[in-house]
């Protein structure tokens, strides 16, 4: 996420240099979701991922979010700006728990 922040004041400059408004060009990112009672094993679960589909590792840090149930936040804004920024989450394996968990975690349960 830290790499996605710092990259989009950059793209917004270079928008504005080619005279497009930045302010309404749609930007979007793409974050990795696990969430389980044991945050090792939240971790191993995104870090199996990225090493087995992607042959990317650091992107367990890099693109995932792995917390307990009660310590899961969504990915943060900051230094993004006031345009629109998408995150889709992409949840691993055991998608019906994960969902029921991330309920919990937005109050939705």
Known sequence: MAAF????????EALEKAGRDPAGFPI????FLSVDERPEAARAE???WFTAVYRNP???DA??????RKGARTPGRAGCGPA???CF???L??????LEMLASVVGLS
């Open 84 to 86: 629109p920024i998408t």
């Open 93 to 98: 394996p055991a998608i019906t728990e994960q």
């Open 46 to 48: 995104l870090h199996r």
């Open 58 to 60: 650091e992107g367990t």
């Open 5 to 12: 922040t710092r990259s989009v004041p950059l793209l917004r």
């Open 28 to 31: 979007s990112k793409r974050v």
């Open 63 to 68: 693109s995932g979010i792995h917390a307990r």
């Open 89 to 91: 989450s992409t949840r």
